[in-house]
């Protein structure tokens, strides 16, 4: 993610900014990538401080208007929760947007979002025919580390749910390509398989013994589907902790040149290597302060061969190139 620059004054803007270091209201032009510091400004600016532009006057932004169903606000906290998801949100269909993916030019259909609060039943987060469902309570940090730590993760965000659940829709969308599903199946095997068994072996018995040798998680070793979200997800983790490592003004050895762009780089593999070596670098800083690494995982051999084709897809599919 980028540090922006201040369009009124001296200083940097960071994504979720609503307002410059003196008070000046700013939002963000997710087509210009850019802040701004003209109105319209978001209808739910005052309400979940939402800080990008609207077409219009009383609109919502471009990632507002993809809720169709909002939290009910009377469970308490779920407007705090609300709040944050959407922020994570915004940043996620940002990051694609590095890659086309739901802005103007995306010649197909953009995700549908249901943001659900939690009453006495947790909810199931999913996709389903490019209807994303997101459980907002899972913003509330104690409630993530409570699941977290049930599920024995090393991870779990509110951005990490996000990258995973539109990846499931990433894939919907690709999936209407007649060139893309067999390619998939050579890569990460046949989503025909009962998706419904699959996950009750994977609760039931957890994952294969060598399962770090294939796959990025244990959840991805459950079934194509949930490889395919997970792989994509960290393509999007790794992509984007190198992207604001270099926009935060960090140098490596291992950076091509000045000015490289993540988002850019054609050959997915190059990108890997520098990623790798980024995320080592920052979870050994996390360290001196004792605390986890931001990125616990192992980029294995095959899992490498799975990113890169995701890479491939999400590189070239919104514009169907």
Known sequence: MYVFS???????????NLATADGSPVAYDPQARAFIATPPFCANRDIIGCNWIAAKPGAFCRSCAMTTVSPDTSIPNSLANWAQTEAAKRWTLDNLGRWHWFRPEDPGTPPVFHMLAEGPTPVAMGHIDGVVTISVAEADPVLSTTRREALE?????????????????????????????????????????????????????????????????????????EDWAETAAHLLHLTDITDSVISSGFSSPALPHPGWDPYSEPDAMSLL?????????????????????????????????????????????????
């Open 6 to 16: 201040n369009p009124v004054g001296a200083g940097s803007l960071w994504f979720h």
């Open 153 to 225: 993760e090393p991870y779990r965000t509110m951005i990490g749910h996000m990258r995973h659940e539109i990846a499931h829709m990433l894939w919907w969308r690709l999936s209407l390509r007649t060139d893309f599903i067999e390619a998939f199946r050579n890569v990460f095997g046949d989503e025909r398989a009962d998706y419904s068994a699959a996950l009750q072996r994977h609760y039931a018995n957890g994952p294969p013994a060598d399962w770090s040798l294939n796959y990025l998680t244990t959840y991805a070793s459950a079934h194509p589907h």
């Open 273 to 321: 290597r520098v990623a790798v070596s980024v995320v080592m670098g920052v979870n050994h800083v996390n360290r001196s302060m004792g605390l986890a690494d931001i990125y616990p995982f192992v980029v294995s051999v095959e899992a490498q061969r799975k990113l890169a084709f995701v890479h491939e897809w999400l590189r070239k599919g919104a514009q169907g190139r």
